[in-house]
């Protein structure tokens, strides 16, 4: 039973970092797609960055390109957003997901492994 557990959420002000941290567990994770997604209140979830777990090949939207950055260890089983520059409009919860396969997807329909999600405010 994959398993994935999201931390680093919190409140930070207009400007700041955090660094979100998703811990997998369950499988063995070299031929997955590993992603970030959020949902802020009143809108559908969106696609944020994702990577290729055994190449380490990344992607991100358009609205955080050269903000975040999508990383994995994977002596850790564990995937990270750093998220600098950080914008009220960044203000969501942030979810990690999973798909065993060779490709990587930026639609949430594809990926079947998700973990509850962490909660991100910034404050202007």
């Known amino acids: 039973q994959v398993q994935l557990v999201e931390s680093g959420g919190g409140l930070v002000q207009a400007g700041g970092s955090l660094r979100l941290s998703c811990a997998a567990s369950?499988?063995?994770?070299?031929?997955?797609?590993m992603a970030w997604f959020r949902q802020a209140p009143g809108k559908e979830r969106e696609f944020v960055a994702a990577?290729?777990?055994?190449?380490?090949?990344?992607f991100a939207a358009d609205s955080v390109k050269g903000r975040f950055t999508i990383s994995r260890d994977r002596a850790k089983n564990t995937v990270y957003l750093q998220m600098n520059n950080l914008r009220p409009e960044d203000t969501a919860v942030y979810y990690c997901?999973?798909?065993?396969?060779?490709?990587?997807?930026?639609?949430?329909?594809?990926?079947?492994?998700w973990g509850r999600g962490t909660q991100v405010t910034v404050s202007s």
């Open positions: 990577t290729k777990w055994s190449l380490g090949t990344t």
């Open positions: 369950g499988d063995t994770f070299s031929n997955y797609a």
């Open positions: 997901a999973a798909k065993n396969t060779v490709a990587v997807f930026i639609t949430q329909r594809e990926y079947n492994y």
